[in-house]
C-alpha cells in the first residue's frame, strides 16, 4: 500500500527526470561538445580552446582575469585550458604594467592554428544549421545565450556569509 507522501515523491520524481534544468543543460552541453568534437578533430584544437583562441585574436594582450569573466569560465578551468595552449606554443604570456597583472596573446603558432581551425567551425556551425533547421538554430543560441545571462541575475546567487 502506497501513502501519499510515496505518490507525491514519485511524482517529483519524475518531474525532476523529466524536466531538471540542471541536467538537461548538461546532457545538452556534452551532446554539443561531441558534435564540435568530430569536426574539430585532428586540427590540433579542441573546440574549448578555439574559442579561446577567437577571443584573444579580437582582444588582444587582454588580461587573463579579463579574458576569463568574459569567457564565462572559471578561473582554475581556463589556467587549465591555458596551460595546455602556452604548452603547446599557441599562446603567450606577458606581464602587464602590474606585476601581477598576465597579459595574453596568441603566437605566431596560434594565429596559424586558428586560421587552419576557422574552416573547421564553419563546418561544425553548418551542419548544426542543417540538423536543426535555421529557425531551430536560431532559437537555440538565443535560449544558450539567455541562460549565460541566468547565473548573472544576482537573486540567483549563492549568497556569501
Not at 578555439?50 to 577571443?55: C, M, S, T
Not at 544558450?144 to 544576482?154: E, I, P, V
Amino acid at each position: 500500500m502506497r501513502h501519499k507522501y510515496d505518490v507525491v515523491t514519485a511524482e517529483l520524481l519524475k518531474e525532476a527526470a523529466k524536466n531538471c534544468l540542471c541536467f538537461n543543460a548538461r546532457k545538452a552541453a556534452r551532446a554539443v561538445t561531441r558534435f564540435y568534437d568530430r569536426h574539430f578533430a585532428g586540427t590540433g584544437v579542441e573546440p574549448t580552446q578555439f574559442n579561446i583562441l577567437v577571443a584573444l585574436r579580437l582582444s588582444q594582450p587582454v588580461a587573463l582575469a579579463h579574458l576569463a569573466g568574459h569567457l564565462g569560465l572559471e578561473r582554475t578551468t581556463f589556467t587549465r585550458n591555458l596551460h595546455l595552449l602556452q604548452r603547446n606554443g599557441l599562446v603567450e604570456v606577458q606581464r602587464g604594467e602590474d606585476a601581477r597583472e598576465r597579459l595574453l596573446s596568441l603566437s605566431a603558432a596560434g594565429e596559424r592554428a586558428l586560421e587552419e581551425a576557422i574552416p573547421h567551425w564553419q563546418r561544425a556551425q553548418q551542419a548544426a544549421i542543417s540538423a536543426l533547421g535555421g529557425d531551430g538554430f536560431a532559437r537555440l543560441s538565443e535560449a544558450l545565450s539567455l541562460s549565460a545571462k541566468f547565473t548573472s541575475n544576482n537573486t540567483l546567487r549563492r549568497k556569501k556569509l
